[in-house]
């Protein structure tokens, strides 16, 4: 399964490139969808790309969906790999 995941941006890059944070994992993304980035916004992540902002309470409610259901550890897992 494949899921686009909420994270935090926690480093701004050139070239439309950013780091962000799921929990201790950090990756590497491109921001080229998404306008108005800052440090601290969470972004919704699916293959390496941001898709669009979300909220904070949004992201939350959804790792903790996805927590519940059982699928947020294999998305990271996808994902660090």
Do not use: W
Request: aromatic share 4%.
């Amino acid at each position: 399964m494949c899921l686009a995941v909420p994270a935090r941006v926690v480093e701004l890059l050139d070239n439309d490139m950013a780091v962000i944070a799921f929990d201790t994992l950090r990756k590497r993304i491109s921001l080229a969808f998404v306008e108005d980035v800052a440090i601290g916004d969470f972004v919704l992540v699916h293959v390496g790309y941001a898709l669009h902002k979300v909220s904070v309470e949004e992201a939350e409610r959804t790792l903790k969906m996805m927590a519940q259901a059982g699928v947020l550890q294999k998305e990271l897992e996808a994902i660090s790999a």
